[in-house]
């Protein structure tokens, strides 16, 4: 019959734990799964209801939700124009066989209610959330009082409001985020449809992305590394000594 010491039951042991955990992480995903994963959109979702501002700003992207909700913003007097961010061009763009993003907005605007001389590009050939943010820091250093709604899918607001808030620092506090619904996506059922898991998984792993290389958060998680590391060295010393006292005191009871 074989026998299995101190380390061998160690083992057997944690790998048990391991399985039940494993099996009550499996059996609370699968009985509350649909709640879970529905609060996983709403989580992204930070924006509020429309209040006044000054300007909305339209973050380019989403031509089917995002320039509505700014036109109908003007159309009710909550703004009295709508900023949007010059985008990056491709040779497609350069020869004029397709439209530019922030063309493309400004017309929507234009069809729904809102008059050319309403609306304002932003300079800065914006290619990224972050630089959407640092086209509008230049407008608000212009325009120190002005207050803006900032316009996007419901699903970008908290990334959006954590890009903005950096680059924005002290005047983050004049930009609210406004969101702008999606129709053909449920967020009670994103994971149903191939739309909605490329739309909510991406985003999440562009969040991921941002707050993995963002520099205070690389320098919290270093020091919190480092402090593990040192604080294992001291307990596995102080063990060590402990281990020694009492094997010390061992022998001197059997010499």
């Not at 709640?35 to 700003?57: E, K």
């Not at 109908?72 to 709508?82: Q, T």
């Not at 620092?169 to 898991?197: I, K, M, Q």
């Amino acid at each position: 019959m074989i026998s299995m010491g101190g380390g061998g039951m160690r083992f057997v042991r944690i790998r048990l734990a391991l399985f039940l955990t494993l099996t009550v992480c499996l059996v609370v995903i699968s009985v509350c799964h649909r709640p879970i994963l529905a609060f996983m959109a709403h989580w992204l979702d930070v924006g509020v209801l429309p209040r006044p501002a000054d300007y909305v700003m339209v973050l380019p992207g989403g031509p089917e939700q995002r320039p509505f909700v700014a036109a109908a913003m003007v159309r009710a007097g909550l703004a009295k124009g709508v900023l949007t961010a010059e985008t990056q061009t491709d040779p497609a763009n350069d020869e004029g066989l397709v439209p530019t993003t922030d063309d493309v907005l400004r017309r929507i605007l234009m069809l729904r209610g809102v008059r050319e001389d309403q609306i304002q590009v932003l300079p800065g050939h914006s290619k990224s959330t972050w630089t959407d943010a640092l086209a509008l820091s230049q407008f608000m250093r212009e325009h120190p009082q002005a207050t803006i709604a900032i316009v996007t899918d419901c699903y970008h607001t908290r990334r959006s409001s954590w890009v903005f808030q950096r680059v924005l620092r002290g005047d983050a506090s004049r930009v609210f985020f406004v969101s702008a619904r999606l129709s053909a996506v449920d967020p009670n059922s994103w994971w149903t449809t191939e739309e909605g898991l490329t739309t909510y998984l991406s985003e999440y792993s562009k969040l991921f992305f941002y707050v993995a290389t963002d520099q205070t958060v690389i320098v919290l998680v270093g020091g919190i590394g480092m402090a593990m590391i040192v604080g294992s060295r001291f307990w596995r010393k102080r063990a060590a000594r402990s281990q020694g006292s009492t094997d010390t005191a061992a022998a001197t009871l059997t010499g």
